[in-house]
């Protein structure tokens, strides 16, 4: 079966190329025929005119009347230029004494006497057949002008006369009433490969190659040149070449048949060329197509039959090994699962420990403000002694170290890499976060920025780079504070199409090698117990992982350090409440027990978009891992095998951030509001009326 298909799509496309290339050939023979007449017209019309030029010069040739009228030879000029308007702009005569006449079509004859010395004209040299003696471009009318001598004597003195002939009206005259096809047409070039004769006027006096090339350099003439190569060197010759539609301001590439014909004008060799597109040709082979189109069709139809019937064979065997991939894909799952389950309980403990930490914070907070406010007005009691005055001193500088903790206990206790994310504008928050930086800034400290001017967008938290920038900057003053030279630079650049680069250097002291192995650990400081707390650092590494970025640090000893942030990028369409338009999703999973993934198959066999339907979390979270945009949106029914709904909305959020997360349950619970409100879901609904409430989205 395969052979015969073979056999047969070998013979279509050999007799396609066979009658192609007849139809060109056919084609190539009728144009050299066209350009043989072309140049034959050309060259006898030629020969008329100076036949009639001789002629009607001579007495013989002359009217009577005109020949007896007063003016002589001027009179006779007159009257042949009158006779020939069409073909020749002027004609002039020069008298012996070296005045000349111009007459031109429609104007007054003047007069020019010469200036300086006059030649002489031997009698002897006159009455010569006329003759061309060269061509160049009118400045009057842009088309070529062939000059054509003749000299008549008059008893003993000759006049010369000198012809212009306008090639334009010889091409539109003999040339142009050939017709070939709807776009094909001849032109002539001169010996030297210059465009005599053209259609297009702009193509006049261009030579065919290397003045197109000096006015079209970008195109592409390879294959045109050896076309000219061929007619500099032979007489003539047919070919298909690529070339352009010389009267379109886009200049078209087209594939034309040519044929060439030299011709011989009083000894100087011209070339007439005619041509035709290729697509002009394509009529008769549209129909061979068609014929050969319905040929495959209907062999296509007796082969679907055949292949029918053997496909029933194979198609149980198919359904089995599909079946295997499943359970591979399932158990594959599994395995991710317990390692996603380690980490959502890691990350439960962290968040317990947050929730701890900010309830102790708060606490501690509502301990420490009467401490301080006591503390502040004995500080400013001047009956107090000094001594306790600085005691009391002591006291506010303690609890003002303590507040300080409170408050990035509050900042770690915030961390959620599930927080509700929104699209921002990073330069504007970097601007605004380096304005704050430079008002905190000691006066011995030198800061520099380097930041784009580009809009850089992000999905991130409102005042992220203001407490980045603030954390590092706060170290780097401190860093500073014994060196020479403190100077402080804040940098923010694109890298690339999607990602988003922020460094922070300064020339401090630097990290040594034990520190840099744990300074993004919570509650390490190198500044001891009264000087730092240590959660710093680590707040700004899972700020900046929270939202899909990595954070690096590049320091040396005495030299300083340079914290890099490289932060994804966002451009994708979001509601003002930060939500992905559900009308645009086109990328849907729905993951559901078995009776559930039978009633949603029905809306999902309607939907116009890209819905996928799972039975277990395991194979989905093995799509999600090794394509994170595989979907936009994620459906999950809170009870699921292994895991429950929002257990598999944090893994797929830690994977694709950017995800936008449905939980359905049978019934609500504050338990869902708590999960809803801390962005852990997008949005919460009740099983009975999810159908009806998103029927829109599926048909859309």
């Not at 010569?128 to 062939?146: C, F, M, N, R, V």
């Not at 198919?318 to 158990?331: G, P, R, T």
């Not at 107090?384 to 300080?404: F, R, Y």
């Not at 330069?427 to 850089?456: F, G, H, W």
Request: aromatic fraction near 8%; charged fraction near 25%; hydrophobic fraction near 40%.
């Amino acid at each position: 079966m395969i052979i015969l298909s073979v056999i047969v799509v070998f013979a279509g496309s050999r007799l396609y190329s066979q009658y192609r290339e007849q139809v060109i050939r056919t084609e190539e023979s009728q144009l050299l025929t066209m350009a043989g007449i072309v140049g034959n017209n050309l060259n006898s019309y030629m020969e008329q005119q100076l036949e009639e030029i001789d002629l009607f010069y001579s007495r013989e040739g002359m009217p009577e009347n005109v020949w007896a009228e007063s003016g002589g030879i001027n009179a006779r000029t007159a009257y042949f230029l009158k006779e020939n308007a069409g073909i020749y702009n002027w004609i002039t005569v020069t008298e012996p004494d070296g005045t000349k006449f111009r007459y031109e079509p429609g104007k007054k004859t003047f007069r020019e006497s010469a200036d300086g010395e006059v030649k002489a004209v031997d009698p002897q040299d006159g009455n010569h057949p006329a003759e061309i003696t060269g061509k160049e471009i009118s400045d009057q009318t842009g088309w070529y002008e062939l000059y054509i001598e003749k000299n008549v004597p008059v008893g003993s003195e000759v006049y010369m006369l000198t012809f212009a002939m306008d090639l334009g009206a010889l091409y539109e005259k003999i040339v142009a009433p050939v017709k070939i096809g709807e776009a094909g047409y001849s032109s002539v070039k001169d010996q030297n490969m210059n465009i005599i004769m053209h259609h297009v006027k702009n193509q006049i006096g261009l030579e065919a190659v290397d003045g197109r090339i000096e006015r079209y350099p970008y195109l592409d003439m390879s294959s045109l040149n050896a076309w000219i190569m061929r007619q500099e060197n032979e007489d003539s010759g047919t070919g298909v070449i690529d070339t352009y539609v010389w009267d379109d301001p886009e200049l078209k590439k087209v594939r034309r048949v040519v044929a060439f014909q030299a011709i011989s004008i009083q000894g100087e060799r011209w070339i007439v060329n005619s041509t035709l597109p290729v697509h002009e040709l394509s009529g008769p082979l549209e129909s061979m197509m068609a014929m050969l189109t319905g040929v495959m069709v209907l062999y296509m139809m007796i082969l679907v039959v055949i292949m029918v019937f053997f496909l029933r064979n194979r198609f149980l065997a198919e359904s089995q090994q599909k079946e295997i991939a499943y359970l591979k894909e399932i158990n594959h799952g599994m395995e991710m699962l317990v390692q996603k389950n380690n980490e959502i309980r890691h990350y439960q403990r962290i968040q317990s420990l947050g929730m701890m930490a900010s309830h102790i914070a708060h606490e501690f907070n509502n301990y420490l403000t009467p401490v301080l406010i006591y503390a502040e007005l004995l500080e400013n009691d001047e009956s107090i002694s000094s001594e306790n005055q600085e005691m009391i001193h002591e006291i506010t500088k303690s609890v003002d170290q303590a507040s300080n903790l409170s408050k990035e206990l509050l900042a770690f206790s915030r961390q959620d890499t599930g927080v509700r994310l929104e699209p921002l504008n990073f330069t504007e928050e970097v601007r605004n976060a380096v304005s704050i930086v430079r008002q905190l800034a000691p006066a011995a400290i030198t800061l520099k920025t380097e930041i784009t001017e580009e809009p850089l967008y992000v999905l991130g938290r409102r005042r992220m780079a203001e407490h980045i920038l603030l954390n590092l900057s706060k170290n780097a003053f401190q860093a500073m504070e014994k060196t020479e030279r403190k100077e402080l630079l804040i940098r923010l650049e694109a890298k690339g199409n999607d990602m988003i680069c922020l460094q922070v250097s300064d020339t401090g002291c630097g990290i040594g090698d034990d520190a840099m192995q744990k300074i993004f650990e919570p509650f390490y400081t190198t500044k001891g117990s009264r000087q730092g707390t240590g959660l710093g650092l680590s707040v700004v590494q899972n700020m900046v992982t929270a939202v899909g970025g990595t954070i690096r640090v590049e320091s040396k000893a005495g030299e300083g350090t340079t914290f890099i942030l490289e932060i994804p990028q966002n451009s994708a369409e979001i509601e003002d409440d930060g939500r992905k338009r559900l009308k645009h999703v086109q990328k849907i999973a729905i993951v559901s027990g078995e009776e559930s993934v039978k009633t949603w198959k029905t809306a999902a066999s309607n939907s116009r978009k890209t819905v996928d339907l799972y039975a277990h979390p395991a194979a989905l979270i093995d799509r999600v891992q090794k394509d994170p945009s595989a979907y936009d949106l994620l459906i999950a029914e809170y009870t699921l095998p292994t895991m429950n709904g929002i257990e598999l909305c944090e893994v797929v959020r830690r994977i694709n951030p950017e995800i936008r997360l449905i939980l359905i349950a049978e019934q609500g619970g504050a338990d869902f509001e708590w999960y809803l409100n801390n962005g852990m879901i997008d949005r919460f609904m009740l099983k009975d009326e999810f159908a009806e409430e998103f029927a829109e989205m599926f048909e859309g």
